[in-house]
């Protein structure tokens, strides 16, 4: 009997994890993904003595959306992440919708009661779409959480999808605001203490894009390095309405006077972060060393983020990204590299040859540069033995980057899935620069050094393992690419 025990044991965990040195089919290596159960939106993104926290809407129990927890991860170097027990539970006041968190440095809220300055977490209730804002505090550096006794913070003022909030400390007014998602616009609201809120002002209902509800927004300055120049950036994630339909995050680029936002552009000027079916809901962290602006995306979509053929899990995130702001010849724009600490992922170096089917082990980075005064498409193709073929290029008749995923193996969880993906160019050089990460079910592409961006998602039935840049004049094509290995 012990003996059937034990072997109905061991059948299981193998089971569970395909054979025991394998890794499950889908699960990337080095992208965030929750240890088991549902995730969508990045939460709580905060630096703190060294550790950048990464919360995140998790419902434990199931692999499809339910009731919104914040799982909890951290990080000393944004490549290894440990998992951390869950840090907000729902509770009778709703569920847990996504917010931010701050270091509470000087005890404006009074809720510090050891030495060190307490965390402070603002997030949305909701309970069947009433939503109200939450507080919750940690006085243990972010490892266990305490609501406050006197919640909502932020009282529902009679609109139906009122979330996200978004909190920055403004040191030019020594105050607190916060950026929220109110239906078709953000509201900002300013205060001293994090507990008491007042409104200040809003921006957006005639602005942008407005194809769907704004959620998730993020109010920050970035500076121009070349010119010096300092502009606020507002990222607003819409959902439906991306430029390759369901969900996607536009910006802004303005002013903030330290009550509200002002748009430079015309009203319908409408930018996208990423134009990739696959990057939604995406923040930034605060307090990062260095001034750095570094964001993370939940890499999925609305349309099908609950469909997707991973079994255990569902969904990850995107690779954390440094922003900047450039100068281009149509003004201001704001670009994505992948953070530098990703390097240490890097492990032999190659030469990509073109024609030739190179093998990989289904992760690997990509840096290629395409020559517009040779003859040829510049394009990308990873396959597997099974014909299935996940493309990716520049269609230069349309001046277009394009994912073509139609092929990729599984898409027909959801008819909004398959597909080919488009991305106007922004820049003009005569050098097309395509950077890729792939990590087995996920490429992102940052073309001409993160100007324009796409990100998207696909499922082979056999993971990806050789690839090919089938450029007949190879003297179109320079680049190099690496293995991606991570320890453990
Ligand atoms: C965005 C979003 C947020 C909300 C959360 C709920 O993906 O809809 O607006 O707070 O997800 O899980």
């Not at 000393?76 to 509470?104: C, M, Q, R, T």
């Not at 099908?304 to 690779?319: D, N």
């Not at 440094?322 to 100068?327: D, F, I, Q, V, Y």
Request: charge should be negative.
């Amino acid at each position: 009997m012990k003996r059937i025990v034990l072997m109905l044991l061991i059948f299981f965990s193998c089971s569970r994890n395909e054979t025991p040195d394998s890794h499950e089919l889908h699960r990337p290596y080095f992208h965030f993904t929750p240890p088991s159960g549902w995730m969508n939106d990045p939460n709580g993104l905060v630096y703190h003595n060294g550790v950048y926290h990464l919360f995140y809407q998790h419902y434990p129990d199931s692999t499809v959306w339910g009731p919104m927890h914040w799982g909890h991860a951290i990080s000393k170097n944004l490549v290894n992440w440990e998992h951390l027990p869950i840090a907000l539970y729902p509770d009778s006041l709703g569920y847990i919708f996504s917010g931010s968190a701050v270091v509470d440095e000087k005890n404006t809220s009074g809720l510090q009661k050891g030495s060190i300055p307490p965390l402070v977490a603002l997030f949305t209730y909701d309970k069947q779409g009433f939503e109200t804002q939450g507080l919750a505090f940690s006085n243990d550096d972010g490892l266990t959480w305490q609501k406050y006794d006197k919640n909502p913070v932020i009282n529902n003022p009679g609109e139906k999808d009122f979330r996200d909030p978004k909190v920055f400390r403004h040191a030019e007014t020594e105050s607190w605001i916060m950026s929220l998602a109110v239906k078709d616009h953000i509201e900002f609201y300013r205060s001293k203490n994090l507990l008491q809120w007042e409104k200040t002002g809003e921006f957006g209902r005639t602005y942008g894009s407005h194809g769907g509800v704004w959620e998730c927004p993020d109010l920050f300055p970035l500076t121009d390095v070349k010119t010096g120049i300092t502009k606020w950036i507002l990222l607003v994630s819409i959902n439906p309405g991306g430029p390759n339909g369901g969900s996607a995050t536009q910006y802004f680029i303005g002013k903030f006077d330290g009550q509200t936002f002002t748009c430079d552009d015309d009203s319908t000027v409408v930018r996208w972060l990423d134009y990739g079916p696959d990057n939604y809901a995406g923040v930034t962290w605060n307090n990062a060393p260095g001034n750095r602006r570094i964001f993370i995306g939940w890499m999925s979509n609305w349309n099908y983020g609950q469909l997707v053929p991973s079994r255990t899990w569902r969904s990850a995130m995107t690779v954390p990204r440094e922003l900047g702001l450039t100068r281009t010849a149509s003004g201001f724009s704001v670009y994505a590299q992948p953070v530098p600490e990703l390097h240490a992922l890097r492990r032999a170096e190659h030469q990509v040859q073109t024609g030739k089917a190179i093998s990989f082990n289904g992760r690997a980075e990509l840096d290629l540069s395409f020559d517009l005064s040779v003859e040829g498409e510049p394009q990308v193709e990873f396959q597997n033995s099974k014909n299935e073929v996940l493309r990716i290029g520049f269609d230069r008749t349309s001046n277009r980057f394009y994912i073509d995923r139609s092929k990729s193996g599984t898409t027909n969880f959801s008819d909004k899935f398959s597909g080919i993906s488009y991305a106007s160019r922004l820049a003009d050089l005569q050098q097309v620069k395509m950077h890729l990460i792939v990590d087995v079910a996920s490429v992102e592409l940052f073309a001409d050094d993160g100007l324009t961006c796409m990100t998207a998602i696909f499922f082979p039935t056999e993971n990806f393992n050789r690839f090919i840049v089938p450029v007949k004049n190879s003297s179109m094509v320079t680049g190099t690419w690496f293995e991606l290995e991570k320890d453990n």
